[in-house]
């Protein structure tokens, strides 16, 4: 796993192939068009549970397509357009992260006792490491902190991937967040034992009806939540969300090797023989989830459908 996080992962899939596109000659547009369209296409197939990449590709494929068809444009400018395209897709994940960071830490306070400061739990990494900057849960959190408004955060590790032992945890030191790290086999007693004011995590893909996949972990984490009160909260980019899937039992789950189980770095910590199963993702049902954190504002589960229909 050479790139992780679902706004990454279309990112720097695009930015790859702009990368070469650049290099390349190419006879005419339509061959230029058709080669855009093959390669978005086997990048789309890479990861198949994160949206991101496929509705990057599929707004591309329409623009390489518009590009073609335009006889005023010459190659060389639709080649220069559609890169141009590609690099804008880094600067608005920032502002939209910045936008999902500022609505989810009104969310987030509007629940909060008094003017005292709150504690929040996050899972998996959704920050500058898995976006082009700032975050989704992340930058719900980085913008608590701003505000001053932000006690302490924990963050879960992460198994088997490790990923918020490894590269949550280093964001919230480099930013010099107070934070403490848990294993993902603690959440029901932190939140027993530490006054959790609301949850935030990230999504890799939000269906119409609001069931959400993300990181697996985040379906157990949102249970514990219900049982103990605590908010729950999705903070995913609009390109997060697939409004053409009715629901999550419709959504695919990538499953990962038997390694990243069994081993830590080369170390084998499993009983060799064991089986293994290991699908990177869970699906969270819409009701465990109190709000959906969007750049263009903050939607209950159930109103997704009409609301994001008008504003997208």
């Not at 910045?98 to 709150?118: M, N, R, Y």
């Not at 849960?137 to 088997?160: D, M, N, Q, W």
């Not at 119409?208 to 909260?233: C, E, M, R, S």
């Not at 390109?239 to 080369?266: A, F, N, Q, W």
Request: include cysteine; glycine fraction near 6%.
């Amino acid at each position: 796993m050479q790139v992780r996080g679902a706004p990454a992962i279309a990112i720097v899939g695009c930015l790859s192939l702009a990368v070469e596109l650049q290099k390349e000659i190419f006879e005419d547009k339509q061959n230029l068009r058709q080669e855009i369209e093959g390669k978005l296409n086997y990048l789309v197939s890479s990861r198949p549970t994160a949206v991101n990449m496929k509705m990057a590709a599929d707004d591309l494929i329409l623009l390489a397509n518009s590009l073609a068809e335009d006889k005023i444009i010459s190659l060389s400018d639709m080649k220069a357009k559609f890169i141009s395209a590609i690099e804008a897709m880094m600067l608005k994940d920032i502002s939209d992260n910045k936008a999902i960071g500022e609505f989810g830490a009104k969310a987030i306070l509007s629940h909060a006792t008094g003017d005292v400061p709150v504690r929040v739990l996050t899972h998996c990494n959704t920050g500058s490491l898995a976006t082009a900057g700032y975050g989704t849960a992340l930058g719900v959190i980085r913008s608590l902190f701003a505000l001053k408004k932000l006690e302490h955060v924990y963050c879960t590790e992460t198994r088997p991937y490790n990923q918020g032992a490894r590269l949550t945890a280093y964001e919230l030191v480099h930013d010099k967040i107070p934070s403490t790290l848990i294993v993902d086999s603690m959440v029901a007693a932190l939140m027993r034992s530490k006054n959790i004011s609301a949850v935030v995590v990230g999504a890799d893909r939000v269906v119409a009806n609001g069931d959400t996949a993300n990181k697996i972990g985040t379906y157990q984490i949102a249970v514990l939540a219900k049982h103990h009160g605590v908010p729950f909260y999705v903070a995913a980019p609009c390109t997060s969300i697939d409004l053409k899937i009715p629901s999550g039992d419709h959504i695919v789950i990538e499953e990962r090797p038997d390694r990243e189980m069994t081993h830590v770095g080369e170390h084998r910590i499993a009983a060799p023989g064991i089986s293994c199963w290991n699908p990177a993702f869970d699906v969270t049902p819409a009701e465990l989830i109190e709000g959906i954190i969007t750049e263009k504002g903050i939607f209950r589960p159930s109103e997704l459908m009409d609301r994001l229909n008008i504003n997208m």
